[in-house]
């Protein structure tokens, strides 16, 4: 597992591929037991969301464990689960209208929409706060054109607990080909960052 902070990103991300599954702190890369997004996250300490600094966590194949079992209704009405990604890589991204670094990160995850649609990957939206019109104006606002899961119950945030601290929002998941995770981005997700790692699965 390797995590990444934003300030030390474009140094590193040529490297992501020769550095997963090798266990290493450089000066430019912290270990996760070092993240200081989780740390806040463990804190609780009541905040809206973590301002993070975008750091990444990128998973080895041999690390990813078991594909998720994550179940929930979009606010379209319609049931989603898990089990109907098989074979397709897969975006989710926590998110609430009032969050300041949802707004910001929300053109280019419509971009990156854009661009790997048409190749395979699904992009799902996970609104942990909003009632239906406020998240459905953020959306209208930004352009998304991809669904949201009516998440305001926490039981997608509590199918994805392992990986997405409860006050960790914005967070970003790739799950591969095979519905594990591939990656997490605690805070926004750098443009250029995410393209890379949607790019490593697909």
């Known amino acids: 597992m390797t995590t990444i902070t934003r300030s030390s990103k474009h140094s590193t991300l040529s490297r992501l591929g020769a550095a997963i599954g090798v266990s290493l702190c450089l000066a430019s890369v912290s270990c996760a037991a ?12 009541g905040k809206n969301y973590i301002a ?4 990444v966590t990128e ?3 041999s690390e990813r464990g078991e594909p998720v079992d994550v179940s929930g209704t979009l606010f379209g ?8 990604w098989d074979d397709q890589v897969t975006v989710l991204n926590f998110w609430y209208a009032a969050c300041a670094p949802c707004r910001e990160e929300a053109a280019d995850l419509v971009a990156l929409h854009d661009e790997y649609a ?3 990957a699904a992009f799902y939206g996970v609104n942990i706060r909003d009632e239906q ?5 953020f959306e209208r606002s930004f352009g998304i054109p991809y669904e949201s899961f009516n998440d305001k119950d926490g039981g997608v945030l509590l199918d994805m607990t392992q990986y997405v601290p409860p ?5 970003t998941i790739v799950l591969d080909r095979e519905g594990r995770v591939s ?7 750098d443009r250029s960052t995410l393209d890379a790692l949607i790019r490593d699965v697909l």
């Open 77 to 84: 009405g319609a049931a989603v689960s898990s089990a109907e």
């Open 167 to 171: 006050q960790a929002v914005p967070t």
């Open 133 to 137: 019109a406020t998240a459905e104006a």
């Open 183 to 189: 990656a997490r981005i605690l805070g926004i997700a």
């Open 34 to 45: 070092d993240d200081p997004l989780a740390q806040q996250a463990a804190a609780g300490d």
């Open 118 to 120: 048409p190749q395979g």
């Open 59 to 61: 998973y080895a194949a």
């Open 52 to 55: 993070g600094d975008g750091s």
